[in-house]
């Protein structure tokens, strides 16, 4: 549905995006994780057609975003990261008048524009005009003209910022239900909400794609880590940690009582267990805790991204 292939932008001298492919398919949600500035926005305005590549090329449902665009943006709703929307005009009028322009038969107009108010929780502001709604509701009226036309591509760059925890939930339900029939571009420095909603993440940094991959097999490193509690001598604990073979490395954790603390990284799990029991039972020392660590993709994304700069 969505192609992307050595895709690089020039901003003048500037390299925004440097060389990016990937693919989309038909009814997945795409995640885009970066830090500020790693081009997230840049990437998601070539594929609405708001300015061509520098180098690279991106097609959407079938047609160049650059050769075709007007057959791009017919299938696509997008929700840029800062909403422009016209001021005076009453919220309830804008979405039906983006219905039109985006070619809803006339006598469907009403129609859509309705469901989509009623999908986005905007009710109580249908009367009201657009530039004396609150932030969140403007967010809403966002999205809400994305979806209008219910197009095949959905391109939502930080669809839940400013949103009420109640709002954040009834936004991603929404998104999750989209699934299947639609396909969706996602970009968003909630690192749950990537999780939560995508079957795929692809994490950019500077312009570069680092990663691409389920988020379940980006945190599925998790059985590497572990806690330990040790009641036992500190400094010969450390000594012992140190020499057993499959354990990569470990840093001391808070302590309690008599039992100090360890988080060990494995290598070799496998090896490295097994060390640590016959360590304790050698010592006579007394094994109060031992868990695996989650690995968050909080920890992944931080170790993605600073392994790129070091
Ligand atoms: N019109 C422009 N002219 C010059 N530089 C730009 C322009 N638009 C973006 N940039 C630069 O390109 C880089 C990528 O910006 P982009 O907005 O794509 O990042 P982002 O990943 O969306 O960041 P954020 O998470 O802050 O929204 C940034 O360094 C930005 O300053
Ligand atoms: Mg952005």
């Known amino acids: 549905m969505i192609e992307v292939e050595n895709l690089t932008k020039d901003y003048g001298e500037f390299r925004a995006i440097d060389n990016i492919s990937f693919t989309v398919e038909k009814g997945e949600i795409l995640g885009f994780l970066g830090p500020n500035g790693a081009g997230k926005t840049t990437v998601m305005r070539i594929l609405t057609c708001f300015f061509p590549p520098t180098e690279g090329k991106a097609v959407v449902a079938g047609f160049n975003c ?56 905007l009710g109580d502001v249908s009367g009201k005009l657009i530039s004396t709604i609150s932030g969140g509701y403007r967010q809403r009226v966002g999205i809400a003209q994305a979806l209008v036309n219910d197009p095949e591509v959905l391109i939502l760059d930080e669809p839940t910022v400013g949103l009420d925890p109640k709002q954040i939930k009834e936004i991603r339900n929404l998104i999750k239900d989209l699934a299947g029939k639609h396909t969706v571009i996602l970009s968003t420095h909630i690192l749950p909400e990537v999780s939560i909603l995508c079957g795929r993440v692809i994490i950019i940094n500077k312009g570069k794609l680092v990663a691409v991959d389920r988020p379940e097999n980006l945190t599925s490193e998790s059985s590497r880590r572990m806690f330990l509690r040790i009641n036992g001598n500190a400094q010969m604990i450390e000594r012992e940690l140190a020499g057993i073979s499959g354990i990569k490395e470990f840093e001391t954790a808070q302590a309690s009582g008599e039992a100090n603390g360890y988080i060990v990284v494995f290598d070799d799990e496998k090896r490295g267990r097994p060390g ?3 360590m304790i039972e050698k010592n006579n020392w007394e094994l109060m805790e031992m868990r695996p660590l989650e690995t968050s993709l909080e920890d992944i994304f931080i170790k993605l991204v600073t392994k790129e700069e070091a």
């Open 66 to 121: 650059f050769e075709d665009s007007l057959n791009v943006r017919k299938r696509i709703g997008y929700l840029p990261q800062r909403v422009p929307l016209y001021e005076d005009m009453k919220v309830s009028d804008y979405l039906r008048f983006v219905a039109a322009i985006k070619g809803t038969p006339a006598k469907e107009v009403n129609r859509k524009a309705a469901k989509v108010m009623d999908d986005c929780g």
């Open 276 to 278: 640590i029991q016959s």
